[in-house]
């Protein structure tokens, strides 16, 4: 009995620090609806849906380097300006991330959650300011060199896939 006692004693404290370990990993920065409005100076307007047809889906699935399962995508648009929240394993859990394209140009980028557990330099300004005005170029490539973070080198590849991303969608949606 007193061993079966120990047993669940240990289990618990296990499970209960293992508990706090996800719950604190995971940082809640900013509502997706408040950076929308926010990028847009205005009320969020209605999301729209992008659906993936083959060549969207092989163009990034060629940016990420390995499969995406998603057939469609929301994002919000107001005249030539988009803003899609995307989201991408760092190393083991996903990145939320708001980008807001003006004018085929990355205007902001946001870290929205990050759920890992190491890395998070990557959602403050002296980090992902690096991508305003960014482009994208004819070979899936951003025009402007984003400098890495050591100890979170997955986490910035991750952000820079991600922005890479929303370049392209914002191009086939806002094409005249």
Not at 39 to 60: G, M, R, S, Y
Not at 80 to 95: A, F, Q, R
Not at 124 to 149: E, N, R, V, W, Y
Request: proline share 2%.
């Amino acid at each position: 009995m007193k061993f079966f006692s120990f047993l669940i004693t240990i289990f618990t404290l296990v499970f209960c620090s293992f508990l706090s370990f996800n719950l604190a990993a995971k940082s809640v920065f900013q509502e997706p609806d408040d950076f929308i409005s926010q990028a847009f100076n205005a009320p969020t307007p209605k999301a729209k849906v992008f659906w993936l047809d083959d060549e969207a889906q092989d163009v990034i699935e060629e940016i990420l380097a390995h499969r995406f399962k998603k057939m469609r995508l929301r994002y919000w648009q107001q005249e030539s300006e988009t803003v899609w929240i995307l989201e991408e394993i760092g190393k083991e859990s996903p990145i939320t991330v708001a980008i807001h394209i003006k004018d085929q140009a990355i205007a902001q980028t946001k870290v929205l959650v990050y759920r890992e557990s190491r890395g998070d330099e990557v959602r403050h300004d002296f980090f992902t300011d690096q991508f305003k005005s960014a482009k994208l170029k004819d070979d899936l490539k951003l025009d402007q060199h984003i400098d890495g973070i050591t100890g979170a080198t997955l986490s910035v590849r991750a952000l820079t896939k991600l922005s890479r991303i929303a370049l392209w969608l914002d191009a086939h949606v806002t094409k005249s």
